[in-house]
């Protein structure tokens, strides 16, 4: 043994070995926090030991068999010993001590101030695991059916995961954007802003069904939890697995479940596969928000539940469906919405009174409700109905969407801006607060960050056109008339849907072009609900105000349908003709939080009603009821900003006007255009050469001066829009407001 330990020596393995180890400790040590700060993955770390360890046994191997001499490499037994110098070994002690202490003070760097401690503890806690994204899940299968049933899984599961209450869940809609993504999950985890990821596969064969889930640190890419399920294709078993899949989560998350969570995670749907499939199919229609989609949806929702009645879901998904469709799309008499969403919203509360999709939307309709009434309660009942849909399942980023709408109503617009960041949150690639936030900083007077936004979401989702319009309008409201008409432009190029593209109308009429405006209205199919209305509206234009009101007549029968569209106009039309009885009737159907023989409350939203309302009444000989009208209206627009999406115009100038104030009125119109006015639109859709409001300014030179002026700059913009007609070409007019935003950001 002891001639064994010698010839070790002589060859020089214990050195070698002493000085390979001392090596070794270093590159582990610094490894084990340097690579993952890189976001290299564990098996890469893994790997990284196993090369450092075979590395040292290969080295001993050589140092037995080899030996370095003066003349080079050589076998050891070829080495004449005797010829050979006597080494000086007090250079390599030196390196072994000088290694030594080096891997001491990476050691004690590492350890002792705690730069390891504090790694290992970030990955310990995660800065807590506590978010997740469930990708869309693969479907391994030729069948495109199979591709919804994989929805269909990955739906549940997400819903599932969503009811736990400590896990921030991202939404359907964010993560269905990474469907066939080539990014990788780091790439995805930081985009979405998640510790962690699920990525699961679904292959239908037959009666039998496989099902894979990982769930996978973003950070790392390492495996925290997998499996596989292979069982016989049943409802009950689908809906066991997620359960199972779902608790397996929680519990590789260290994620507490309270009772009712863990009653929720047992929930089993529907008995249906047929039901399940269609629900999925709707829920992707839904989602797209299309006129098109929506009534297939809609179909999808009720076959769904023709098939199996106690589906709470898909009564809810019938709900929000005719909900959504008269709110984006007028495409559906109020009242028929309304009484479809009561029963169906109803229905999904019988079956499951702890449905959150349900209550929330229970809320929506109730504030549409609200929206048609503008009276009672009913903003109230929406809002108690978010919050418990928010108790229910704080992951339903629609509850936050719409419950800030809510706010946004009762003028508490710092509370809506905060509710849509924590949409945002759940949902970072979710449509719709990056719409309904421009038009929130608008009502604060901040228009570059409105802009800013509008141009965000543009970027985000290049193909929907709802942002375009936005931007139309709010350029609109800036007087920008030639840009504005560029984004409208663009967004009805988008869709066939007749009302995209609606603000060009706005446009036109102030350039007078009318038959361009006809050509707007004709797009309306006879079936569309809104096709009186557009025939209505261009009899407006043309001036013919008895046509106006004769187009409408159908309504007079329907006062919930499409109320809120047909009799402003039809009020309008009224008191040109100088039918003032007309006029306050129609004013009042539309707005009852103005009736006189209630509680006048003038809000942000009624205010020019309230105005055009005052002045019928004077006409009418109500003054004390005119004259509370028009001291509302002032204090509302106070508060508001004079431009944007939700300035008030020149109101001002009316409220003046009507008051018998003819020089204020004046200078607060001269105030307006040096501020940035520059509009011929002076109340709702008509003109300032057709306002009644401010018949006692005409006879004004500086009246007319100021028409001129407006004219002026009007037919300038016209002259822009033509030359981007002529050449189809609408892009020098879109990028005026890109770089404003960057000349913005620059100062």
Avoid: C
């Amino acid at each position: 043994m002891d001639s064994f330990f010698s010839e070790l020596r002589r060859r020089n393995v214990l050195r070698l070995a002493a000085t390979y180890a001392l090596v070794a400790w270093i590159l582990i040590e610094a490894g084990s926090v340097l690579l993952p700060t890189f976001g290299v993955p564990e098996w890469f770390f893994r790997a990284y030991v196993i090369v450092i360890f075979v590395g040292f046994v290969a080295s001993l191997v050589l140092a037995w068999v080899f030996e370095i001499t003066p003349d080079g490499v050589k076998l050891d037994s070829e080495v004449d010993r005797k010829a050979q110098p006597k080494r000086d070994r007090s250079r390599s002690n030196a390196v072994i001590i000088a290694l030594l202490a080096l891997a001491l003070g990476v050691s004690i760097t590492f350890n002792v101030t705690g730069i390891r401690s504090q790694h290992e503890e970030a990955l310990a806690t995660g800065a807590v695991m506590d978010s997740i994204a469930v990708l869309p899940f693969t479907s391994r299968s030729s069948d495109p059916d199979n591709l919804y049933f994989a929805d269909g899984i990955h739906d549940d599961l997400l819903a599932r995961l969503a009811d736990i209450g400590s896990l921030r869940v991202i939404s359907r809609t964010s993560v269905n954007e990474y469907r066939d993504t080539t990014k990788n999950l780091r790439e995805i985890g930081a985009e979405l802003g998640v510790d962690t990821v699920v990525e699961g596969a679904v292959q239908r064969v037959g009666s039998q069904v496989r099902i894979t889930v990982q769930l996978i640190n973003a950070q790392t890419d390492e495996h925290i939890w997998a499996e596989a399920y292979d069982r016989e294709l049943t409802v009950s078993n689908l809906f066991h697995i997620q359960s199972d899949i779902s608790s397996q989560i929680a519990t590789a998350l260290s994620a507490a479940l309270s009772p009712e969570e863990e009653i929720r995670l047992a929930v089993v749907p529907t008995e249906s596969l047929e039901a399940l499939s269609l629900y999925t199919a709707a829920r992707n229609n839904l989602y797209l928000r299309r006129f098109d989609t929506l009534l297939e949806a809609r179909e999808q929702f009720e076959r769904a539940i023709e098939i199996d009645p106690n589906y709470a879901q898909a009564h809810a998904g019938l709900a929000e469906t005719v909900l959504v469709t008269l709110t984006n799309h007028n495409a559906i008499p109020l009242e028929e919405a309304t009484t479809i969403a009561e029963n169906a919203v109803a229905r999904a509360l019988e079956i499951d009174d702890q449905l959150a999709e349900a209550h929330a939307v229970q809320g929506l309709l109730e504030f549409s409700r609200h929206k048609v009434d503008k009276t009672g309660d009913a903003h109230l009942r929406a809002a108690a109905a978010y919050e418990r849909a928010i108790a229910l399942n704080p992951n339903l980023a629609n509850a936050y969407v719409w419950y800030a709408t809510v706010h946004e109503t009762q003028g508490d617009l710092q509370a809506a801006i905060d509710l849509l960041t924590t949409a945002m949150e759940i949902d970072p690639l979710g449509r719709i607060p990056y719409l309904n936030l421009p038009n929130f900083y608008s009502m604060l007077g901040k228009q570059d960050k409105a802009i800013q936004l509008l141009l965000k979401s543009i970027a985000i989702f290049p193909d929907w056109p709802s942002p375009y319009e936005s931007m139309a309008e709010h350029l609109m409201s800036l007087g920008r008339l030639d840009e504005a008409l560029a984004w409208s432009h663009a967004a009805a190029a988008m869709t066939d849907d007749p009302m995209v593209g609606k603000d060009s109308v706005r446009v036109y009429i102030e350039f007078g072009e009318s038959e361009k405006i006809k050509g707007f209205t004709s797009r309306f199919p006879q079936d569309h609900p809104i096709y009186p209305i557009g025939e209505g509206f261009t009899r407006f234009m043309e001036n013919d105000f008895e046509g106006t009101i004769e187009a409408l007549a159908q309504f007079d029968e329907l006062p919930e349908a499409q109320g809120q569209i047909a009799f402003p106009l039809i009020a309008i039309a009224a008191a040109i003709l100088e039918d003032y009885d007309m006029a306050r009737e129609y004013l009042i159907r539309a707005n009852p939080m103005l009736a006189s023989d209630t509680n006048i409350n003038v809000t942000r939203y009624n205010y020019e009603a309230a105005i055009l309302l005052a002045f019928v009444n004077r006409n009418l000989g109500r003054e004390r009821e005119a004259s509370e009208l028009l001291s509302q209206a002032w204090n509302v627009i106070q508060d508001m900003p004079r431009f944007g999406i939700a300035g008030y115009g020149i109101s001002d100038v009316h409220v003046l006007a009507v008051q018998g104030r003819k020089d204020a009125a004046l200078d607060a119109l001269r105030d307006a255009i040096d501020g940035g006015f520059v509009s011929l639109m002076s109340f709702e859709i008509w003109t300032l050469d057709q306002d009644i409001l401010i018949d006692n300014l005409r006879d004004d030179p500086r009246f007319e001066a100021m028409r001129d002026e407006l004219h002026g700059l009007i037919e300038a913009m016209r002259d822009n829009v033509h030359r981007a007609e002529e050449t189809d070409d609408w892009s020098e007019l879109q990028n005026r407001v890109r770089n404003q935003v960057v000349a913005a950001a620059r100062t």
